[in-house]
């Protein structure tokens, strides 16, 4: 029972870890799209 509990808190502890590691290369931008606003203009969007 208690290594049941210690692979649990790593468990939480690893998965912790990897949320913020993921909020903060959200907020330095990581997935920001740099690339498509410059090739939007070469798509035509007006379909009739």
């Not at 907020?27 to 007006?46: A, E, H, V």
């Amino acid at each position: 029972m208690s290594a049941l509990i210690i692979l649990l808190c790593i468990s939480l502890f690893v998965a912790g870890g990897f949320l913020i590691a993921f909020v903060w290369s959200v907020r330095q931008g990581q997935y920001d799209d740099d690339y498509t606003p410059s090739i939007r203009i070469l798509f035509d969007d007006n379909e009739k």
